[in-house]
Structures are given as structure tokens and as C-alpha cells.
């Protein structure tokens, strides 16, 4: 993960107010070093920026983990102000991208629902409708 995190934050892909106040954000001038580099050329590029990437990278741009832990990491980014969470799921290293898939579905994403629920209603906020699909 820290390679796609250091291919993300030095292409600019990555750049939120959160991470900038956490002091999440690369040195402008390492950045520079791969300045031009084609996104499409994959991690390679961007492996000098590698050592810059810490845990608290990872952790800060990645859900991983158990349903509990995944559920718990994305409802406290919502409560930090956080108005979405792009997917891009990944095997786990006893399943496939389509287990990780249906596990965000049927399991983390009812959690965070019932949470933007409940803390709506706490607050008198009738929350948002959900569109479904067939």
C-alpha cells in the first residue's frame, strides 16, 4: 500500500485539508523530485518518495482490517468531516477482490448507514435517502 500512497501523493491525487492539518503531506521539494513523472508508469516513478510514507500514511488513506476495524476507521472519518470514501478494494490475503467487495457492501457500508442514522436523528437531521440499484 505505501507504494500506491507515494504514487497518489506525488502525482497530486491525494490532497485534502485533513491531511495537510495532520501533517500528512510530502515535502514539496521531494515531491518536485518526481514532478512529470506519468501516473501511468505506475509505482516505479515514485519509489523516492517511499521513505516518506509512514504508517500514519497508510493508516490515514487506507481502510484495512477486520469488518469492525474498517466499519470504526470509516464512520471516525465521517465524523471528521470526511463527505466520502472512494473504494478501491484489494484481495485480502485469504480472500478475492470480490469477497472484499461484498464484505464493504453487505457489512461495513450498513454500519456506516445506521451510524449517519442514528447520529442524524440525534440531532434532529433527517438523513439523506438511499438510491438503489437492481
Known sequence: MSGSIARSLGAGRLRSRTAAAQGL?????????????????GVAPYLPLLPLVTDRHVDAFT??????????HAI??????????IARPVASETGTIDETILKLGAE??????LERELT????GVKPPSVVRRA
Do not use: C, N
Open 25 to 41: 503531506v510530502l515535502p514539496a521539494e521531494a515531491v518536485a523530485r518526481v514532478a512529470g513523472a506519468a501516473y501511468g508508469a
Open 63 to 72: 481502510l484495512a482490517g477486520t469488518v469492525d476495524e474498517v466499519a470504526e
Open 76 to 85: 471516525a472519518l465521517r465524523e471528521a468531516g470526511a463527505d466520502a470514501i
Open 108 to 113: 461495513v457500508w450498513p454500519r456506516i448507514r
Open 120 to 123: 442524524s436523528s440525534d440531532k
